[in-house]
């Protein structure tokens, strides 16, 4: 039997259209053997390893992010309870939110503690900031895991984890799917880093540059990681136009990048199907399309 990976890439809010691939494989009834990714990936990767079906991860983000007020009141609930936690926190640092407490916030209650208890085997890539180099956790504790994988420098605080201290691990390793190579038969790898977007006229704002650079960076990576180790299918959903934190558009980005399941599903069939010149042809379309 043909062993399957999955290596979701990060990309923030972008990372909604990852649905669009977990719903394809759950309707032709294709389980992935191991799933592996990096910040808004890795998230949505422990869903489905949870046992969590697309659309179940449809349903909840669509509720998680329906209005600024329960966004809000979700971000106001990860506030230290008391002057002791607001020291541990590393005190008064603007512009750095707790990931471990919004991760919390903004993930199912019922989500298991440990990664042992996942029904597909999760592997969530970190960055170790001082170590200077990608690190793949995939056992323990769950939570820190998603937090370290998701703490963007400026927004998010690092966490610190078996001594260690981890951020976003995008930084190293923005679509891991060389992860998976060698240890399954085929590897599907989804992007959805996208880009900046605008022309000479349009001035970025700091914020914005700050994110595009980051992109530009981590595009830079995966461009090479494909030239030289393709995965067997690459997945590329049009996102390119939404904003890293566009979450309350989650309505709007899943619906317009809805015709990424049908190219989806026809790319897996001719690639489980063992018709190769089929999946290398829908890999580029489905490139193509971002």
Same mark, same amino acid.
């Given at each position: 039997?043909?062993?399957?990976?999955?290596?979701?890439?990060?990309?923030?809010?972008?990372?909604?259209?990852?649905?669009?691939?977990?719903?394809?494989?759950?309707?032709?009834?294709?389980?992935?053997?191991?799933?592996?990714?990096?910040?808004?990936?890795?998230?949505?990767?422990?869903?489905?390893?949870?046992?969590?079906?697309?659309?179940?991860?449809?349903?909840?983000?669509?509720?998680?992010?329906?209005?600024?007020?329960?966004? /809000?009141?979700?971000?106001?609930?990860?506030?230290?309870?008391?002057?002791?936690?607001?020291?541990?926190?590393?005190?008064?640092?603007?512009?750095?939110?707790?990931?471990?407490?919004?991760?919390?916030?903004?993930?199912?209650?019922?989500?298991?503690?440990?990664?042992?208890?996942?029904?597909?085997?999760?592997?969530?890539?970190?960055?170790?900031?001082?170590?200077?180099?990608?690190?793949?956790?995939?056992?323990?504790?769950?939570?820190?895991?998603?937090?370290?994988?998701?703490?963007?420098?400026?927004?998010?605080?690092?966490?610190?984890?078996?001594?260690?201290?981890?951020?976003?691990?995008?930084? /190293?390793?923005?679509?891991?799917?060389?992860?998976?190579?060698?240890?399954?038969?085929?590897?599907?790898?989804?992007?959805?880093?996208?880009?900046?977007?605008?022309?000479?006229?349009?001035?970025?704002?700091?914020?914005?540059?700050?994110?595009?650079?980051?992109?530009?960076?981590?595009?830079?990576?995966?461009?090479?990681?494909?030239?030289?180790?393709?995965?067997?299918?690459?997945?590329?959903?049009?996102?390119?136009?939404?904003?890293?934190?566009?979450?309350?558009?989650?309505?709007?980005?899943?619906?317009?990048?809805?015709?990424?399941?049908?190219?989806?599903?026809?790319?897996?069939?001719?690639?489980?199907?063992?018709?190769?010149?089929?999946?290398?042809?829908?890999?580029?379309?489905?490139?193509?399309?971002?």
């Amino acid at each position: 039997m043909t062993t399957l990976g999955l290596a979701l890439g990060g990309g923030g809010a972008r990372g909604l259209a990852h649905i669009h691939v977990l719903e394809a494989l759950d309707e032709l009834g294709v389980v992935p053997d191991r799933i592996v990714g990096s910040s808004i990936g890795a998230i949505m990767g422990a869903g489905r390893a949870a046992g969590m079906g697309g659309s179940d991860i449809r349903d909840f983000v669509l509720d998680c992010f329906a209005g600024k007020s329960l966004v /809000f009141g979700r971000l106001w609930r990860t506030r230290p309870g008391s002057f002791q936690e607001f020291l541990a926190d590393g005190g008064l640092r603007f512009g750095q939110l707790n990931a471990e407490r919004v991760v919390r916030a903004f993930l199912p209650l019922d989500l298991p503690l440990q990664f042992e208890d996942l029904h597909i085997p999760l592997g969530v890539m970190t960055t170790d900031f001082y170590g200077k180099l990608e690190c793949e956790i995939d056992s323990g504790d769950l939570f820190s895991a998603l937090a370290a994988t998701a703490a963007l420098p400026a927004v998010f605080r690092p966490v610190r984890r078996s001594g260690r201290v981890l951020i976003d691990g995008g930084i /190293f390793n923005p679509l891991p799917f060389d992860r998976l190579q060698g240890k399954v038969d085929k590897v599907i790898a989804v992007d959805v880093n996208g880009g900046p977007r605008g022309g000479p006229d349009t001035m970025p704002t700091p914020l914005e540059a700050l994110f595009g650079a980051s992109q530009l960076m981590m595009q830079s990576i995966i461009d090479s990681k494909v030239h030289t180790h393709p995965p067997d299918l690459l997945i590329c959903p049009p996102v390119s136009h939404y904003g890293v934190l566009d979450f309350l558009r989650t309505k709007q980005i899943l619906e317009e990048t809805s015709p990424v399941k049908e190219e989806t599903k026809r790319a897996l069939d001719g690639l489980l199907s063992g018709r190769k010149a089929h999946a290398r042809k829908n890999r580029v379309a489905a490139a193509e399309a971002g």
